[in-house]
């Protein structure tokens, strides 16, 4: 018998189960280690995955949420005065805290929020200027000068208006007596014991005024005396309404009194026409008659044209 067969036997007789190999060995390997090895394995798989999961939410939670510090400050009287806050024991303060990053060793920075300086019960309303204030008193004046200019406007043009729709004809130049006449005619004058007349000829606004013994003063603005005087007749007030324009003050007759009387001119407004403005006056006392003529213009005194004393 040959060596080699010699030795191949003896390692039958030692060996004499043969030994597995690829992956029958595995198989056999893995039989032998018994389930324990595959459930360890599994184990740990599972708790690595529920480390890294509560590891990622942890630190998710902790970047989105930032801290916020509350510092409790207690002010002075001075302080709270500075302040205009209402007198209190203290007054606190908020801290918000701006987070850049998530970071466990150092405190993040932070910015001081002004304390509410508004008194309790106020509203979130922009406070108004008071009554007295250089606001308030401009706003006024700029509404006072609006609507004097609209009323300005507004008057100029019933003005105009009117002097379209008057009655007459402006012809300038001072009326006759007949003219004059004619008009108190016309506008049914009164007359008695004293009578005081006045006519012109255009639109603008001239009145005729008497004084009477006792001090009164008849006029546009006081039409009857205490003296039983009386203004009946009144034109172009406040814009041309007559073109042939006459006014009248008369004292029926028994009712005139007694003393010194003046006759007064006044050219009150002008409404557009030529100035001055040429007039007549005619006086009747107890029968006599007079007739006066001159020239007046807007924004000068009063003229005194006749004066007389009845007795």
């Not at 405190?107 to 309303?125: F, H, I, Q, W, Y």
């Not at 004809?169 to 506008?187: H, M, T």
Request: proline residues 7%.
């Amino acid at each position: 018998m040959s060596d080699e067969r010699t030795q191949d036997l003896m390692e039958t007789l030692q060996d004499p189960f043969p030994r597995p190999t690829g992956f029958s060995r595995l198989l056999i390997l893995r039989s032998e280690s018994g389930p324990s090895m595959a459930i360890t394995t599994i184990l740990l798989l599972l708790v690595a995955i529920v480390l890294f999961a509560l590891r990622t939410a942890l630190f998710t939670e902790e970047a989105q949420v930032p801290s916020v510090a509350v510092q409790a400050v207690s002010l002075s009287e001075g302080d709270r005065e500075a302040l205009d806050l209402e007198e209190s024991t203290s007054e606190t303060v908020v801290e918000e805290a701006e987070v850049d990053s998530p970071s466990a060793s150092a405190a993040p920075p932070t910015k001081e929020v002004a304390p509410n300086r508004r008194k309790p019960g106020s509203l979130d309303a922009p406070e108004l200027p008071g009554p007295e204030s250089p606001e308030t008193a401009d706003a006024e004046k700029q509404l006072a000068d609006a609507l004097g200019k609209l009323r300005r406007r507004k008057q100029k043009k019933e003005a105009d208006s009117r002097a379209k729709a008057a009655r007459g004809k402006a012809k300038g130049g001072v009326p006759s007596g007949k003219e004059l006449s004619e008009r108190l005619a016309s506008n049914g004058a009164g007359t008695g014991d004293v009578q005081v007349s006045m006519a012109w000829n255009n639109g603008n606004d001239i009145d005729v005024a008497v004084a009477c013994p006792s001090g009164e003063l008849i006029y546009f603005g006081h039409k009857r005396s205490a003296c039983r005087g009386q203004l009946d007749i009144d034109r172009n007030a406040g814009g041309p309404t007559d073109l042939s324009p006459v006014e009248n003050i008369f004292w029926a007759t028994g009712d005139a009194p007694k003393g010194r009387f003046a006759v007064l001119v006044k050219h009150y407004a002008n409404h557009g026409f030529p100035d001055p403005t040429g007039f007549i006056v005619r006086v009747s006392v107890d029968g006599q008659t007079r007739e006066f003529r001159g020239m007046v213009t807007a924004n000068q005194p009063p003229v005194t044209v006749h004066q007389f004393t009845r007795r």
